[in-house]
């Protein structure tokens, strides 16, 4: 496990690239963390270590959103926290996406626990102050 704490949203290339090398051969990467810890920041970093030129916004109601990265490689970004149900994950196809070879970045997987793969990348985010997190990546 990597332990890396931050002072402020200008150390997260790090974090980025912590995460990107902690991958290895996989591809899901489950992160954890109050709402407002900063998941949806770390995945802007990680979009923007990966060359990503769109901006990395939540996909709070769209469930999931597709970005490209500058070697032309497909990263999706998950949000669960509104979903009911583990039918509604089943109806997004989200087998088709997990288990694609791409990069699946997935906040609140909480949500679908039954459905992550065993070999996911965790990353626990705790809110240390208002600009302090610790990442934790397994």
Same mark, same amino acid.
């Given at each position: 496990?990597?332990? #890396? +704490?931050? +002072?402020?949203?200008?150390? &997260?290339?790090?974090?980025?690239?912590?995460?990107?090398?902690? #991958?290895?051969?996989?591809?899901?990467?489950?992160?954890?963390?109050?709402?407002?810890?900063?998941?949806?920041? &770390?995945?802007?970093?990680?979009?923007?270590? #990966?060359?990503?030129?769109?901006?990395?916004?939540?996909?709070? $109601?769209?469930?999931?959103?597709?970005?490209?990265?500058?070697?032309?490689?497909?990263?999706? +970004? $998950?949000? $669960?926290?509104?979903?009911?149900?583990?039918?509604?994950?089943?109806? #997004?196809?989200?087998?088709?996406? $997990?288990?694609?070879?791409? &990069?699946?970045?997935?906040?609140?997987? !909480?949500?679908? !626990?039954?459905?992550?793969?065993?070999?996911?990348?965790?990353?626990?985010?705790?809110?240390?102050?208002?600009?302090?997190?610790?990442?934790?990546?397994?």
């Amino acid at each position: 496990m990597k332990t #890396l +704490h931050v +002072h402020s949203e200008e150390e &997260l290339p790090e974090v980025a690239e912590a995460l990107l090398e902690a #991958l290895g051969d996989r591809r899901v990467v489950i992160l954890r963390g109050e709402m407002g810890a900063g998941k949806t920041t &770390l995945v802007r970093a990680v979009a923007d270590a #990966l060359g990503v030129r769109d901006p990395v916004t939540s996909p709070t $109601f769209a469930l999931v959103n597709h970005y490209c990265g500058a070697a032309g490689q497909s990263i999706y +970004h $998950f949000d $669960f926290y509104r979903i009911e149900n583990l039918s509604e994950a089943y109806d #997004l196809g989200y087998e088709e996406y $997990f288990y694609s070879g791409d &990069l699946c970045l997935v906040e609140w997987p !909480e949500k679908i !626990e039954p459905l992550l793969p065993d070999d996911a990348v965790e990353v626990r985010i705790t809110v240390v102050s208002p600009t302090e997190r610790i990442f934790e990546i397994e």
